[in-house]
């Protein structure tokens, strides 16, 4: 397997423009989880899917923030409108539903994202 | 969520064991403890976790204490590779959250 793929792998953008970060999670993976690192603040979890389905998006700065996943082998994090704090690195990552106890977690390379 | 405490950063010479330390006082009686680290550059990757028996595999060593309120992680030879960010992360149950600290970056020197 090609592990969890990340798409775009840098993302430049300006102030107020939509962006839309993609992945692939690992072909089998039930859960699905979008993660955000900056300096600042560190590894922060915005929102997680389970069978295609959110189960917590606690961690969703705000309304500008959405996240879908239309089937267990796509999903979508998109910031309308961006700013210039959401400059981040985002992840992506994956697992399977091996027990409570053994949540391995696979992640994506990230994707840079820098709005101007 | 269970609090844990790292050393900001530790420093190791290449092929010498490094320990990296972590306390969670507060963890409770069926947390697991899981280990992370992030490469430069990368997504973080699994390491190792344990509940109360000292754990082994490929990557390292767990050695978790009686009392289960400090852990810590046995690199028992470092490599240039191992220079990252370790994170120590109580695992509180649920849908598989992880919470995700400052961690330890460690640094290893040829």
Known sequence: DAGVIQSPRHEVTEM???VTLRCKPISGHDYLFWYRQTMMRGLELLIYFNNNVPIDDSG???DRFSAKMPNASFSTLKIQPS???DSAVYFCASSSLGGLQDPEQFFGPGTRLTVL | DAKT???NSMESNEEEPVHLPCNHSTISG???IHWYRQLPSQGP???IHGLTSNVNNRMASLAI???RKSSTLILHRATLRDAAVYYCI???GGYNKLIFGAGTRLAVHP
Request: aromatic fraction near 12%.
């Open chain 1, 83 to 85: 700013e210039p704090r």
């Open chain 2, 90 to 92: 109580p695992f509180s």
């Open chain 1, 60 to 62: 969703m700065p705000e």
């Open chain 1, 16 to 18: 107020g423009q939509e």
């Open chain 2, 30 to 32: 069926t947390d697991y």
């Open chain 2, 45 to 47: 990757e699994y390491v």
């Open chain 2, 65 to 67: 204490a009686e009392d």
């Open chain 2, 5 to 7: 405490t790292q050393p």
